[in-house]
């Protein structure tokens, strides 16, 4: 069964990095039919995508964040990485790393069918 | 970008049937997916392209997607379908996955 977990630091202060991992096990990240992603989710809000990578290192971010967020493989530890810069209270959230499935395609990137449990992420100071 | 409206809240009785609507102009040219999430939990895949249950999804849930609004089924609620649910598009103008605001289910 593919779990996935990730982990990193709770708290971070206004104006520094947000950095996070996401280990996968019980299936390889190099496998060439997923992509895999981030997902966050602010206390009491709803889901908002911010970027997904495939095991080659390509990425595809969310526009508004683009700017912000670095994305990163490591296949031989079957991990992915995720950067935030310049965080701001705003980006308090639960971060959810998971698979995604389906198609890729212009007009078609699937679903996303494995998470992680989530890991909540505070900016303060 | 693409907006995906869902209402807040549906309430339904035990045994009945629970519809759950996404709208979006023309969503019935686009791969709608639904998710589950529980208090505290992640959310959990119930239905992809429209209306494919992934492996482990019951029968009771089904999926539509016609015109500008698409529709998650849930027949024969359980007090364990009590959840937030959201529909996901792959926006494909502003290279975005688009997610709906989410919608409260609750077992009366």
């Known amino acids: 069964q593919l779990q996935l977990q990730e982990s990193g630091p709770g708290l971070v202060k206004p104006s520094e990095t947000l950095s996070l991992t996401c280990t996968v096990s019980?299936?390889?990240?190099?496998?060439?039919?997923?992509?895999w992603g981030w997902i966050r989710q602010a206390p009491g809000k709803g889901l908002e995508w911010i970027g997904s990578?495939?095991?080659?290192?390509?990425?595809y971010y969310n526009p508004s964040l683009k700017s912000r967020v670095t994305m990163s493989v490591d296949t031989s530890k079957n991990q992915f990485s995720l950067r935030l810069s310049s965080v701001t209270a705003t980006d308090t959230a639960i971060y959810y790393c998971?698979?995604?499935?389906?198609?890729?395609?212009?007009?078609?990137?699937?679903?996303?069918?494995?998470w992680g449990q989530g890991t909540l992420v505070t900016v303060s100071s | 970008s693409y907006v995906l409206t869902q209402p807040p809240s549906v309430s339904v009785a035990p045994g009945q049937t629970a519809r759950i609507a996404c709208g979006g102009n023309?969503?019935?040219?686009?791969?709608v997916h639904w998710y589950q999430q529980k208090t505290g939990q992640a959310p959990v895949l119930v239905i992809d392209?429209?209306?494919v249950r992934p492996s482990g999804i019951p029968e009771r849930f089904s999926g539509s997607n016609s015109g500008n609004t698409a529709t998650l089924i849930i027949s024969r609620v359980e007090a364990g379908d009590e959840a937030d649910y959201y529909c996901?598009?792959?926006?494909?103008?502003?290279?975005?996955?688009?997610f709906g605001g989410g919608t409260k289910v609750t077992v009366l």
């Open positions: 019980g299936g390889s990240i190099s496998s060439s039919s997923y992509y």
């Open positions: 392209y429209d209306s």
């Open positions: 998971a698979r995604r499935g389906g198609y890729s395609g212009h007009d078609d990137r699937g679903y996303f069918d494995y």
């Open positions: 023309n969503i019935g040219r686009k791969s």
């Open positions: 996901q598009v792959w926006d494909s103008s502003s290279d975005l996955y688009v």
């Open positions: 990578i495939f095991y080659s290192g390509y990425t």
